[in-house]
């Protein structure tokens, strides 16, 4: 059974930083590329970050790039996003997905078979 457990969101002020952690298992970690997606309250999902099984890609939406870092550690079927310089936009629910045997980074969430639970990001004014 595949199980991904998302950790680490918070409230943080504006400026801020965070780090999600999301702890995965049941899969073949290492040949699983992983991704980053958030949604606001009334708002569609969309696609954070991305990062390849081997994390030779990554791949960041507009909105996040520069701020936002991506990486993994497959010793430990982890994946990490490194939030910097935090945004009042940037308040959603943030969720991990599992996308198996895909050697890219994509942004597509449709691509994704397993998905967390989430872990919610606050960030004031």
């Not at 980053?36 to 009334?42: E, I, L």
Request: glycine share 10%; net charge neutral; aromatic share 10%.
């Amino acid at each position: 059974q595949v199980r991904l457990v998302e950790s680490g969101g918070g409230l943080v002020q504006a400026g801020g930083s965070l780090r999600l952690s999301c702890a995965a298992s049941g899969l073949m970690f290492s040949n699983t590329a992983m991704g980053w997606f958030r949604q606001a309250p009334g708002k569609e999902r969309e696609f954070v970050a991305a990062i390849s099984w081997r994390g030779a890609i990554t791949s960041y939406a507009d909105s996040v790039k520069g701020r936002f870092t991506a990486s993994r550690d497959n010793a430990k079927n982890m994946v990490l996003l490194q939030m910097n310089s935090l945004k009042p936009e940037d308040t959603a629910v943030y969720s991990c997905a599992a996308d198996p045997y895909y050697s890219g980074a994509s942004t597509h969430p449709e691509t994704y078979d397993y998905w967390g639970q989430g872990t919610q990001v606050t960030v004031s004014s």
